[in-house]
């Protein structure tokens, strides 16, 4: 997992948004989302969702795909997938643990390991669609199923993902109902960070290793999707004029002060904030000595798909207004 700083970057049934979704997963018998279940015991099934195609536009040109596929297989967006009620076959081991909605993919096959698919598991699969992030597997992806590549970073946030894969998979009505109610939370926990927070005070999103230290922009994970985009707070000089562009970027321990906002949300799986208080280096920051710092785990914070940063704004809107 530790390879995610350089390949990218509570659960679902506390989710009011994704009950439904949560609903149809553990019925898989009588399924009534439009995924892998209720095709399971027939994995011929896809075949005659073929018969009906229609042709998209993506990164590798014009492609035909099923106008209603029945077994997806997610090796990338399947955050985009749950609001739309459409659960897939098959989706990456990483992406299935998401705290934020893995009680909703119960049955759902393990593709492999994240960003080291296993081509077997998946032809056996029989998808009749497969969603990716990486170009580089196309030309494998491609001969199983028709394959549509969305490069990462192409699609900035939750309503640029809901759109489009509510166009793609014909989920229009189904991503407008879910983005509207997104807006309304989104927008008052932003209200609520407001009244409570002074509008000049910068954030930090970091990340804490055994020997590095990451700061992250605002389309990485680690908190800066429901910070800086959702709650609409600002970066410290230092992070909004090199990040944002690149996105993430490892910093030296003694360059930690340029980078380090009034608050901080640090991911890290070991250090608590009675650690970073007696630590010579974080004890010194004045957000430490003010202990305006939002520790979580990587299992948290790394996700930043819809359902995620929805969760995560919420987490953190109560953290900054409790009393609000």
Known sequence: MKSWHKLLAAGCLALPLLLSACGSADEASGNKTENSASSESDPNRSTSSQSEVKSVQTVNGEIEIPAHPLRIVAEEYLGSLIPLEVIPVGAPGLTLNNVYFKEALK????????????????????????????????????????????????????????TYFGELLDKREKAAAW???????????????????????????????????????????RGGQPVYQALGRKAPEKVAAEIMEKQWAEI?????????????????????????????????????????????????SWYYDPVAVLSQTEELAAWLAPAV
């Open 107 to 162: 049955g759902v096959a393990d593709t492999g390991d994240y960003g080291k698919m296993n081509l077997e598991r998946i032809l056996d699969l029989n998808p009749d669609l497969i969603l990716s992030a990486n170009n580089d597997n196309y030309a494998q992806l491609s001969k199983i199923a028709p394959t549509v590549v969305v490069p990462w970073g192409n699609l900035k946030n939750a309503h640029e993902e809901l």
């Open 179 to 221: 983005l509207q109610s997104y807006d309304e939370r989104i927008a008052a926990a932003r209200a609520r960070v407001e009244q409570a927070i002074p509008a000049e005070a910068s954030f930090s999103i970091l990340e804490v290793t055994d020997k590095s230290i990451f700061v992250y922009g605002d389309n990485f994970g």
């Open 252 to 300: 030296s321990a003694e360059k930690l002060p340029d980078y380090a906002g009034d608050y901080l949300v640090i991911t890290s799986n070991n250090l608590t904030l009675e650690d970073l208080r007696q630590d010579p280096m974080w004890g010194t920051l004045p957000a430490i000595k003010n202990g305006q710092v939002y520790v979580w785990k990587e299992e948290r």
